[in-house]
């Protein structure tokens, strides 16, 4: 894990990135972000393009049923082991 940011549990995922900054300046080759489906607002996309990174939105399908693992999301919850 590169940057974390721990917040209270009534503010959202994506008002969140500002707290992010100090970590990609410590981690300038940092290219491509993987976010959560919380993160689709304009201001995530904006977020990005301010430090150069491309972003990838992991998110279920519209159509899935039940559980299903979703691609890349096991990278962030082992960190919490």
């Known amino acids: 894990m590169l940057a974390l940011a721990v917040v209270p549990a009534n503010v959202q995922d994506r008002d969140t990135l500002l707290a ?3 970590g990609k300046e410590n981690w300038p080759s ?3 972000a993987l976010l959560d ?5 304009q201001r995530c996309q904006e977020w990005c393009n301010l430090h150069g990174m491309r972003h990838r ?3 279920k399908r519209p159509d899935q ?4 693992v979703l691609e890349r999301r096991w990278v962030v919850e082992r960190t919490f082991d």
């Open 20 to 22: 992010l900054d100090a």
């Open 30 to 32: 940092l290219r491509l």
């Open 37 to 41: 489906g919380a993160f689709t607002a």
């Open 57 to 59: 939105v992991v998110e």
């Open 65 to 68: 049923k039940g559980f299903v």
